[in-house]
T-cell receptor, first 114, second 109 residues
Framework: DGGITQSPKYLFRKEGQNVTLSCEQN?????MYWYRQDPGQGLRLIYY???????QKGDIAEGYSVSREKKESFPLTVTSAQKNPTAFYLC?????????????FGPGTRLTVL | GQNIDQPTEMTATEGAIVQINCTYQ??????LFWYQQHAGEAPTFLSY??LDGLEEKGRFSSFLSRSKGYSYLLLKELQMKDSASYLC??????????WGAGTKLIIKP
C-alpha cells in the first residue's frame, strides 16, 4: 500500500534536546511538507521541499531544520532553539504543485516537551 | 493580512443535514480545499473548488462563491462517524495554502 509514514507517533523530549521526526513516502511524490498543528489553530507550514536537495522555509521555520537527500524522505529536526515545541506535527506530500493537488498526510507525531 | 474564518464548533443530529461555512480574505485565490480530520489523526481530502458553484460527491457537497469569498461544506444523512473537524484551506496568489482553524462537528444520536 502506498502512503506516508511518520514515526514515532508519540515523542517526549526534555528541554534543551534536539529531536528528529521521521517522514517517509512511497507515493513517488515530488513535493513534501511539514506542518505544525496546535489546538484551536490552523495548520502552519514549517518547511517544504519540491525537489530533492532543495527546501524552503514556511511561515514558522525558526527553531526547525530539514533535509531532503532522498525523494522518499523528509525528516524534521526540532532544535533546542524552538521555544514552544509541544505540538502535533504532520508531514504531507503532493505529486506536484499544492495549488491544485490534494495533500496526502501522514498519521502525525505528537511531541511533548517535559 | 490573510484570514480564513470558520465556526469553532457545531452540533447536529444523526440523519440530519449540516452546513459548515468558510469565509476567506486572501491575496488572490487559486482554489479552496475541504479536509476532514478525526481527533488525533491526519486530515483527509474531501473536496476541491476552483470555480463558482456546487460540487457534489456522495453525501458531501461543497459550494464556492469567489465574489463573496465564501464556501460551505454540506453534509447530508449525518452518521456518527462524521464527528470530526472540518478544515477549510485556500490557495492564494502565490500558490501558498492558507488553513482555517477548523470546525469541530459533534453528531448526537
Amino acid at each position: 500500500d502506498g502512503g506516508i509514514t511518520q514515526s514515532p507517533k508519540y515523542l517526549f523530549r526534555k528541554e534543551g534536546q534536539n529531536v528528529t521526526l521521521s517522514c517517509e513516502q512511497n507515493l513517488n511524490h515530488d513535493a513534501m511538507y511539514w506542518y505544525r498543528q496546535d489546538p484551536g489553530q490552523g495548520l502552519r507550514l514549517i518547511y517544504y521541499s519540491q525537489i530533492v536537495n532543495d527546501f524552503q522555509k514556511g511561515d514558522i521555520a525558526e527553531g526547525y531544520s530539514v533535509s531532503r537527500e532522498k525523494k522518499e524522505s523528509f525528516p524534521l529536526t526540532v532544535t533546542s532553539a524552538q521555544k514552544n515545541p509541544t505540538a502535533f506535527y504532520l508531514c504531507a506530500s503532493t505529486p506536484g504543485e499544492v495549488s491544485y493537488n490534494e495533500q496526502f498526510f501522514g498519521p502525525g507525531t505528537r511531541l511533548t516537551v517535559l | 493580512g490573510q484570514n480564513i474564518d470558520q465556526p469553532t464548533e457545531m452540533t447536529a443530529t444523526e440523519g440530519a443535514i449540516v452546513q459548515i461555512n468558510c469565509t476567506y480574505q486572501t491575496s488572490g485565490f487559486n482554489g479552496l480545499f475541504w479536509y476532514q480530520q478525526h481527533a488525533g489523526e491526519a486530515p483527509t481530502f474531501l473536496s476541491y473548488n476552483v470555480l463558482d458553484g456546487l460540487e457534489e460527491k456522495g453525501r458531501f457537497s461543497s459550494f464556492l462563491s469567489r465574489s463573496k469569498g465564501y464556501s460551505y461544506l454540506l453534509l447530508k444523512e449525518l452518521q456518527m462517524k462524521d464527528s470530526a473537524s472540518y478544515l477549510c484551506a485556500v490557495t492564494d496568489s502565490n500558490y501558498q495554502l492558507i488553513w482555517g482553524a477548523g470546525t469541530k462537528l459533534i453528531i448526537k444520536p
